[in-house]
């Protein structure tokens, strides 16, 4: 087993929040672990390590509705920048060997919404994640309100900051693994105009916009810094 610590200097991590190292002396130990150590580790002590493993990642809302008219919303920490011309953006859904609402809406309807999750609504938009029956909307379960905006049929969040109207072009499955990748199309964008840069960039500072730690754990967004285009 492969499993150890490793004592390094403190000095090489000086960039540490300083709160959580105030008790800390000359030395921080480092643990090893091996591929064989994560997978001999407690079910949830794995779950939790390889979910916080990525970092923080953004939080948001994915709103279907089947053709039966009923919604349903659902908390995603997977969504991600496929390409700007055409736009696209994608998502990852787990395997597909129980009942998923969100796919099966999705293919039943050919869209989707996507809404960012910000500080006033982490309680709700965590509850999403409950395993409500076919027949819930977690709309009106969470107490999150439903709103459509132009001839875009399927409804967004409306105490989202901004949302994401997106059309379904084509799914990978994830062989090692059994989950799929979602593209859509981003077919139409909302947002008030205070988030919106001069160069069209989105500030999420402003918007409040939330980060997503594994899956249970919500950190703020602060702006740092902006760099120019690297070049040789």
Do not use: W
């Amino acid at each position: 087993m492969l499993q150890s610590s490793l004592a390094v200097d403190i000095e090489n991590y000086s960039t540490f929040n300083s709160d959580y190292c105030s008790h800390l002396h000359k030395h921080i130990l480092m643990k090893i672990l091996s591929t064989q150590d994560i997978l001999d580790l407690p079910k949830y002590s794995r779950i939790n390590l390889i979910n916080t493993l990525s970092g923080p990642r953004s939080g948001n809302l994915i709103g279907t509705v089947n053709t039966d008219g009923l919604s349903n919303l659902a908390i995603f920490n997977t969504v991600t920048h496929i390409g700007a011309n055409p736009p696209y953006l994608g998502f990852i859904m787990r395997p597909l060997t129980v009942e998923r609402h969100t796919y099966e809406n999705i293919k039943q309807t050919g869209y989707f919404t996507i809404n960012p999750i910000n500080s006033s609504i982490i309680d709700q938009a965590h509850q999403t994640s409950a395993k409500y029956d076919g027949n819930t909307s977690e709309y009106n379960a969470t107490g999150l309100t439903q709103v459509t905006y132009g001839d875009f049929s399927v409804p967004f969040v409306k105490e989202s900051k901004y949302g994401v109207g997106l059309s379904y072009q084509e799914e990978h499955p994830i062989k090692c693994n059994g989950t799929v990748l979602i593209i859509g199309k981003v077919e139409m964008v909302y947002l008030p105009e205070i988030g919106l840069s001069e160069d069209y960039s989105i500030n999420h500072e402003v918007l409040n916009s939330v980060a997503v730690g594994g899956l249970d754990t919500y950190y703020s967004t602060k702006f740092l810094d902006r760099k120019p285009f690297a070049r040789p």
